[in-house]
């Protein structure tokens, strides 16, 4: 018979607990002491790891010890050495055993055994839970008495909850406000030790919250305040909306009951003042509330957030006094000057306003209810007014860092009444509140008058009485930079500006210094001339602001308020003010009015109306200014100031502040080039090479354009592109060599200095996706034939022998040179990419040779016709051989499309162009168009126009059309402008097919039509560098069609047709570039024949200013494509190589020819006149 040692007691109790733990679930969840009784019986039927139990092994090998002799012996007994013993007999032998006294006597062992066992682990439980307690209490702070002193092990589940219940009841009755202080003080630190989920939970909770907020009107309310905090961090949304309500209707009862007042001159309030601490205290986690609540209100129904939103707004209403307080007389202080003192800018307000489903509800209850907090917002910005105009010279708050005079708390409920303000009128039903009725105010205050008050204050009241010291974190408290900021805000959003800023009175605020001091009158104070500018910049941004600046002359003068700002500016540039001083008229305040002018000269329209000032001149003029007058200051610094040796100078600051001035100007010339005609002015002044190196030092720092620029520079390099000069100088800035490097590193190379641990998955795309930024780059910059013929015109191929890998090409012509003349295996071993990297490479000639005066200068310096059909023969599948099977692969197909591109010339249904895709059988019927022949007389022989070859009539045209117009050309400008694409005469090529090849007819045609205006315009070869340009005009080399057709096609387009014109400034290509391409080349590979026929003789016998509506009308008709291809970001690509047709409605149709649209632009008749005076705006005479 086994008995159990010490060791077995201490194995059981063990194997014991480890099978309570195993089971701790089905326990825990049974309802009741008896259920969880029989789940401990039946676990061998419902657990089917019953026998897997340590413990239940354990007692089966005590059981074997026991009891296996005495079983063996009843067995053998009971069988008789018969091995095939029944049933029966088994069911025999096991009475046998349990009636034997050795069964008897191990039961008895095992049962007293267990119960040892048991009584121990539960002695063990109490001493850990005893001990567990104590550390708690320990740990918390407070008393040593009245404690919820409760060893059971069920203390935390609901066995408890009804001892609890009448505990919680118990306190409520004694935080009464009839019991003694000292009962109620005892029963709330009682509650504190309490878990807050029971407190919240309990039957009693509303006459304990009842009680609760009595208790806040202690002097000593702390301890309460910690309960509240504690609470609400663990609480549900619906409880501390409660808890929140308590705070809130507590400080709304102690305002109202205790008439505490605004200090009176240099007395002031002592925040450590216990009365005053308090309410500070209590505010701050009203607050607290207010900034974490809107995170999870939209999870909850929207009657508590109601609920809270009415709380707060009651509160804040409390003595809404209207009326404004005559100085020195008593004020009561209200709820909203301490929320203020906490939350200066209103954070609560702005979070709560973030989202439609609580904005909606704060409007509902500002129109039906608390009408009277916008009321006082308001007065409180009206008094501020008053007290700046009355005012003495401010003077300095309180020495003491706790106390606020009453100027310091009227400032920040200004502030905080100024951000709620701003918050409002951004939205629809907030300005829906206005108009609103002011105490002594006849009429109904608008929101205009109160735009018109804010700006006034911005004028007069340049900083705050003392900032440091207010409760919140510093920030910028000043008038005029929290005005300019709410006034910005106003005008991002289309609606709030139309109702609240494009307004007279408004504009003729923001205007009246300027006014005054333009007729000499003193503005003071002077220095919030830089907010003006701010605002003004930001007005003018916008469209309609944009409009409202150009042609709205609602003000008493003769001209519009954009002319007034360009006076202004002017004049600041010229120093020129004499009513302002050396300080108002320092750099910063003409950059300010600059980039507000800037505004309006970067648009077509804007600078039509605002060129004959000659701002640009006056530019120009400063900034060659900067170098002399920083050698002066800095010459000055050094003689006349003395330094000392532990102080800096004071007075050595002109290097940096000229840098900046210097910046400034160049960015404000660089920005005319925003336009066609603009950068016609820009190369006049001869700083376009600085202005463009300026530009390329920020693109590659990746710097935004301006603060009021969506988009970087991309518009404005394709736009500065399409000129010879141009280009020449973002060759000489570096963009270009920047543009091909990183090109071929993420083309070839990859980035640098990165460990390839997986390899580079193959493109599916002919240019993949991290190519196609470099590859529209590279379009912009070559999309025009002067461009291409300034960078590569002489410009030989390297074709070297051996190209390392190493070598990275950093011209065009290498580019070229690498990824389109691959005609050797040295070249093809220098790519690691061929296929990839040559298909890129045929792309882009592909988009090159869409503009034919780029297509004659590559074919004729490199010929790459011929360089293409060599390699397309040697692709076959048997080299050696003359019959071998032309292999069909990307490059071939590529080589294929682009060999029948450039040498078949037609419309969209006039030439057919083999697609991109592996089609053998096209291929193979059409290898003789591989064959080139001469463009024009074919073209005109499958157009039925010529009967017979017509090849020597046509070159005897071109010859004596060169000789005639070579005679009109200046020769004293440099060669990269004379020798460009001009050299190419398609009018005459066109007029030769027109006139059916009858060189002598199209010979004198030519003749008598150069005798006419718009030949300047439908001739582009004529006017290249004619004796007949302005000397100026002619010495740029941007021909007419760029700076004055495209120019009135780019304002046209932004009138007429806004998406195209939003699509192009997205793709950062520019519809003078397409145009551009398309006049110079009379629109051939883009209109079928006819259409050009009409394209030509309606500019002819309408006017050329028909070549404008053409263009526009083309664009307005392609309108659907380009925004789809704008939103696949390969508009430039589509707009060269489309194979679709353009469709574009006939050039006859009234579209084209109406008279509407004649007298609608006016101005554009005038194109002719234009031209005429293109000399007098470049020479320097300008009005002003």
């Known amino acids: 018979m086994s008995q159990f040692s010490s060791e077995d007691e201490a194995e059981l109790q063990y194997l014991l607990r480890q099978l309570l733990k195993s089971t701790k679930d089905r326990i825990s969840g049974a309802p009741s002491i008896e259920c969880a009784e029989e789940i401990l019986l039946h676990l061998e039927e419902t657990d089917k790891k019953f026998h897997n139990y340590e413990l239940v092994r354990y007692l089966r090998q005590h059981v074997d010890r026991s009891l296996g002799a005495l079983v063996e012996a009843e067995t053998e007994l009971g069988a008789g050495g018969d091995a095939g013993a029944s049933a029966h007999d088994i069911h025999a032998v096991t009475r046998r055993t349990r009636d034997s006294a050795e069964y008897k006597q191990m039961m008895q062992t095992l049962k007293n055994t267990m119960s040892l066992v048991v009584e121990s682990l539960i002695n063990k439980f109490e001493e850990d839970q005893l001990r567990k307690e104590e550390t708690y209490r320990d740990n918390l702070p407070g008393a040593s008495e009245g404690r919820f002193n409760d060893n059971c092990s069920d203390s935390d589940s609901s066995f408890n909850h009804v001892s609890k219940g009448k505990q919680l009841q118990a306190l409520a009755e004694q935080l009464d406000s009839s019991q003694p202080k000292e009962v109620r003080w005892e029963a709330l630190q009682k509650l504190c030790c309490a878990p807050p989920s029971d407190v919240l939970s309990c039957e009693t909770w509303n006459s304990l919250r009842t009680s609760l907020s009595a208790v806040l009107d202690d002097r000593d309310p702390d301890l309460i305040l910690k309960f509240f905090a504690k609470t609400s961090s663990s609480s549900p949304f619906n409880l501390t909306r409660e808890i929140y309500s308590s705070l809130a209707k507590s400080l709304e009862g102690y305002f109202l009951s205790h008439k505490l007042s605004l200090p009176i001159g240099s007395d002031g309030i002592d925040v450590t003042r216990p009365d005053i601490s308090r309410l500070l205290k209590q505010m701050r986690l009203i607050n607290d509330f207010q900034k974490e609540m809107p995170s999870f209100w939209i999870r909850h129904p929207e009657k508590y957030m109601e609920e809270v939103i009415e709380s707060t707004f009651s509160l804040l209403s409390v003595h809404p006094d209207l009326g404004l307080a005559s100085p020195g007389t008593e004020k009561a202080l209200e709820p909203v000057y301490l929320l203020a003192l906490l939350d200066i800018k209103a954070t609560w307000f702005n979070k709560w306003m973030h989202s439609y489903y609580s904005r909606a509800v704060i409007f509902r209850l500002l129109e039906r209810k608390y009408k009277s907090l916008i009321v006082a917002a308001v007065q409180q910005c009206l008094q501020h007014l008053s007290d700046c105009e009355h005012r003495s010279p401010q003077t300095s708050g309180s020495s003491q860092w706790s106390i606020y005079i009453r100027s310091e708390l009227e400032y920040a409920f200004f502030v905080h009444s100024l951000c709620v303000l701003g918050k409002v009128l951004i939205y629809t039903n907030g300005r829906k509140l206005f108009p609103i009725k002011i105490r002594k105010h006849k009429d109904l205050y608008s929101l205009t008058d109160l735009v018109v008050t804010l700006i006034n204050i911005m004028y007069q009241h340049p900083q705050p009485p003392r900032a440091p010291n207010l409760l919140c974190c510093p920030v910028s408290l000043a008038p005029r930079s929290l005005v300019t900021e709410l006034l910005w805000m106003l005008c991002e959003q289309t609606e709030s500006a139309a109702e609240c800023i494009y307004q007279s009175p408004v504009i003729e605020t923001l205007l009246a210094p300027l006014i005054r001091l333009l007729n000499g009158e003193q503005v003071s104070p002077a220095g919030s001339l830089t907010h003006i500018a701010d605002v003004l910049a930001r007005i ?34 010229d120093k020129d003010l004499p009513s302002l001083g050396r300080w108002e008229m320092s750099p910063a305040v003409c950059g300010a009015f600059l980039f507000a002018c800037r505004q309006m000269y970067n648009t077509c329209e804007g600078l039509q109306i605002l060129r004959p000032y000659g701002l640009h001149s006056c530019i120009a003029a400063a900034l060659k200014e900067v170098p002399r007058v920083l050698l002066l200051t800095q010459c000055s610094n050094t003689s006349t100031i003395p330094v000392s040796k532990n102080r800096t100078p004071s007075v050595s600051f002109p290097t940096g502040p000229s840098l900046i001035w210097e910046e400034t100007l160049q960015d404000s010339l660089l920005h005319f080039a925003a336009t066609p005609k603009g950068l016609l002015l820009l190369q006049s002044t001869g700083a376009l090479d600085h202005c463009v190196a300026y530009m390329y030092s920020r693109f590659i720092k990746k710097l935004q354009v301006s603060r ?154 490199y010929a790459l016709c011929s360089m293409l059909l060599l390699r397309q023969k040697e692709n076959v599948t048997e080299p050696a051989e003359a019959q071998g099977q032309l292999i069909l692969d990307r490059l071939s197909v590529e080589r294929n499309h682009l060999l029948v591109r450039v040498c078949a010339v037609g419309g969209p249904s006039e030439r057919r162009l083999p697609p991109r895709a592996l089609q053998e059988l096209w291929v193979i019927m059409n290898m003789n168009v591989f064959i080139m022949c001469e463009l024009f007389p074919r073209y005109g022989r499958s157009l039925g126009l010529l009967k017979d070859e017509g090849t020597e009539e046509l070159a005897l045209l071109l010859k004596h059309s060169h000789l005639f117009l070579a005679a009109q050309r200046a020769t004293t400008h440099p060669s990269i402008l004379t020798a460009t694409a001009m050299d190419s005469d398609w009018l005459a090529a066109t007029l030769f097919l027109m006139m059916a090849g009858d060189g002598e007819r199209a010979r004198r045609w030519l003749v008598d039509f150069s005798s006419l205006l718009c030949s300047a315009f439908l001739w582009p070869a004529r006017m290249h560098s004619s004796v007949h340009l302005p000397a100026p005009v002619a010495a740029s080399g941007i021909p007419p069609v760029y700076w004055c057709t495209a120019h009135y096609v780019e304002m046209l387009l932004k009138a007429e047709v806004p998406l195209v014109h939003s699509a192009f400034r997205m793709s950062g290509f520019t519809p003078s570039q397409i145009c551009l391409q398309w006049l110079n080349q009379c629109f ?101």
């Not at 993420?746 to 980035?751: H, P, Y």
């Not at 065009?812 to 295996?825: C, E, F, G, H, T």
């Open 540 to 573: 003018a941004s916008t469209d309609r602001g944009l409009a409202l600046f150009l042609n709205d002359k609602s003000l008493d003068l003769s001209s519009s308020k954009g002319h007034i700002i360009v006076q202004f500016t002017q004049r600041l540039l």
């Open 708 to 861: 009021c620029e969506k988009f970087g520079y991309g518009v404005m390099v394709t736009q500065v592109a399409a000129t010879a000069p141009g280009v020449m100088a973002l060759l000489n800035s570096g963009y270009v060599q920047e543009l091909v490097v990183k090109l071929w590193s993420v083309l070839e190379c990859g980035r640098e200095d990165l460990r390839v641990v997986h390899p580079k998955s193959t493109p599916m795309d002919p240019i993949d996706r991290s190519c196609l930024k470099s590859f529209l780059a590279l379009v912009n910059l070559l999309s025009s034939g002067a461009s291409v013929w300034a960078l590569l015109r002489g410009q030989p191929l390297p074709q070297r022998e051996a190209y390392p890998l190493r070598e990275v090409p950093s011209t065009i012509a290498d580019l070229m040179d690498r990824l389109i003349a691959v005609d050797s295996d040295a070249k093809i071993n220098s790519l690691f990419n061929y296929e990839q990297s040559h298909t890129f490479g045929l792309r882009l000639l592909c988009v090159l040779c869409c503009d034919l005066d780029s297509f004659l200068l590559l074919e004729s310096q």
């Open 1084 to 1184: 051939w590979n883009y209109l079928d024949w006819p259409e050009v026929c009409h394209y030509v003789s309606t500019c002819v016998l309408m006017g050329p200013d028909y070549q404008v509506y053409v263009c526009v009308a083309v664009l307005k008709h392609m309108q659907p494509d380009i925004l789809l291809h704008t939103q696949a970001q390969d508009l430039q690509v589509y707009l060269k190589v489309s194979q679709r047709p353009h469709r574009p409605p006939h050039l006859t149709s009234p579209c084209c020819t109406s008279t509407q649209g004649v007298c609608q632009y006016g101005a554009v008749q005038g194109l002719g006149g234009v031209l005429c005076m293109g000399g007098s705006y470049l020479s320097g005479q300008t009005h002003r």
